[in-house]
């Protein structure tokens, strides 16, 4: 599904990833692990096609076609989702006009009708359930006086809707307290541990990786893979530190 081969990025002329290779396969959950500063986000903006990441070096193909050509936006159409550790607010524009708006217009994309309005509430109901968010909530303003974890569970929300095949999550679990990584957790398994998809969860932590089990474990450090493992890599990490683990 994604293969990143020899990837090396630059922000302003300065070179972050430097010879980074992955590949993931549909079906499979992928944990990507690192201290501080080693690229992780870049990794994330880069296959985002965030503005200012420049790719000088490498490919990057997400089912067979060129993704570093293609602009952001077809990038999402094609079934790319990227989930940020600082979500947006956006005042004046609601929860639900936003979600249609966005799927609406990867629906166009694709060729296929958009849904309307009736069909697009049912859609848009049955996914906040799934992830405890209450329809009202929805029907606020895009994050503004959300809490960190309703803003995760809005996000979640937004990623079962938009229905993707692979799903970047970059520090998706940072400032959630326990009950809302487990409805995150819950909500990454419910969403996207189905046939055809998979997901590329970046985080700091073991804690989110007891909710979702990757099939991959790979420490990133100083812009490229250092090394891949199994779940178990991710509590070596949590219990010897990076550098241990690096040096092993
Ligand atoms: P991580 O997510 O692993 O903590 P990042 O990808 O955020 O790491 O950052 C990797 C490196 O790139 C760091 O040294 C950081 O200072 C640098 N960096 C990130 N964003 C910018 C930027 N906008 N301008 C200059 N340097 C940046
Ligand atoms: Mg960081
Ligand atoms: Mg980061």
Redesign the pocket.
Do not use: E
């Given at each position: 599904m994604l293969r990143i081969d020899d990837l090396h990025t630059e922000?302003?002329g300065?070179p972050?990833l430097k010879g980074l290779s992955l590949a993931i396969n549909a079906g499979e959950i992928h944990a990507i692990m690192?201290p501080?500063?080693?690229?992780?986000?870049?990794l994330a903006y880069t296959l985002g096609g965030r503005p200012?990441y420049e790719a000088t070096q490498g490919a990057v193909h997400f089912e067979g076609a060129d993704l570093l050509e293609m602009a952001p936006h077809e990038r999402a159409a094609a079934g790319l989702f990227l989930g940020f550790q600082y979500p947006v607010e956006i005042p004046g524009v609601s929860n639900v006009q936003f979600l249609r708006e966005a799927l609406n217009s990867q629906r166009t994309a694709r060729g296929e009708a958009p849904l309307s309005a009736a069909d697009f509430l049912r859609l848009a109901r049955e996914k906040a359930a799934l992830l405890g968010m209450d329809m009202e909530m929805l029907k606020r303003p895009v994050n503004v006086g959300f809490s960190g974890g309703e803003k995760k569970r809005a996000e979640m929300v937004q990623m079962g809707i938009l229905d993707p095949k692979l799903a970047i999550l970059d520090e998706t679990d940072s400032g959630l307290d326990i009950d809302a990584l487990k409805t995150v957790g819950a909500g990454i398994n419910a969403i996207m541990r189905a046939p055809g998809k998979a997901v590329l969860l970046i985080t700091h932590y073991q804690r989110l990786l007891d909710y979702v089990k990757p099939d991959f474990v790979h420490v990133?450090a100083a812009g490229r893979i250092v090394k891949s493992g199994g779940p178990e890599l991710a509590l070596a990490l949590e219990k010897e530190g990076y550098a241990e683990v690096i040096a092993a």
């Open positions: 922000i302003d300065k972050i690192g501080n500063g080693a690229g992780k986000s870049t200012g990133l």
